[in-house]
């Protein structure tokens, strides 16, 4: 089993839809965890950290349910710009740096 | 400020010859990462680096593969010898001990073994 699991999608929506992902994650002594974004042929960014209690950024909400072991990122409002590839990441322990990065879930929006 | 730089940005090489990737982190983050992408398997992580010193190796696929950081601007990841298998992107990454969880990534590398 990966570490961590994201459905590849595409996800293809309309401007202006609501999307929402979902992550699960095997080590369930997971500290932090985050959503990156990776543009076509680009590299990874940072979008955003999730928080226990779940937290906003702008049309961005993430969520993170340790009882389940999953992590959301909702989208509201899609724009064009929002099409790329939406990346799930756990920090297995709190003493390590190291990131686990799931596969990424694709998200296509059109006019 | 610069980002993570890396070069070069396309190298295609032959199986069996030395690739050598290099990466310049950010001033001031004294945390490095090497990473490789393949359609296949995702984003892995290959090695780590704290204050120039290897910390996890244990993504490094076999002894192929070698990365140093000989001070706090400069890192390489080489291959020797390449193999076919080995097409990926490479990134670099750096990022501060408070951001831990915020890598900065270089524009990698697309290595192509024939």
């Known amino acids: 089993r990966k570490e961590v699991e994201q459905d590849p999608g595409p996800f293809n929506v309309p401007e202006g839809a609501t999307v929402a992902f979902n992550c699960t994650y095997s080590?369930?002594?997971?500290?932090?965890f985050f959503w990156y974004r990776q543009d076509c042929r680009k590299e990874p960014k940072l979008l955003m950290s999730?928080?226990?209690s779940g937290n906003e950024d702008g049309r961005f909400t993430a969520q993170l349910n340790r009882a389940s072991q999953y992590i959301s990122l909702l989208i509201r409002d899609s724009k064009l710009s929002d099409s790329a590839t939406y990346l799930c990441v756990v920090n297995p322990m709190d003493s390590s740096y190291k990131l686990i990065f799931g596969s990424g879930t694709r998200l296509l929006v059109r006019p | 400020d610069a980002g993570v730089i890396q070069s070069p940005r396309h190298e295609v090489t032959e199986m069996g010859q030395e690739v050598t990737l290099r990466c310049k982190p950010i001033?001031?983050?004294?945390?490095l990462f090497w990473y490789r992408q393949t359609m296949m398997r995702g984003l892995e992580l290959l090695i780590y680096?704290?204050?120039?010193?290897?910390?996890?190796d244990s993504g490094m696929p076999e002894d192929r593969f070698s990365a140093k950081m000989p001070n706090a601007s400069f890192s390489t990841l080489k291959i020797q010898p390449s193999e076919p298998r080995d097409s990926a992107v490479y990134f670099c990454?750096?990022?501060?001990?408070?951001?831990?969880?915020?890598?900065?990534f270089g524009p990698g590398t697309r290595l192509t073994v024939t």
């Open positions: 680096f704290n204050n120039n010193v290897p910390i996890d």
């Open positions: 080590n369930s002594a997971s500290q932090s």
């Open positions: 999730v928080y226990s």
């Open positions: 990454a750096s990022s501060t001990r408070q951001g831990a969880g915020e890598q900065y």
């Open positions: 001033s001031g983050h004294d945390y």
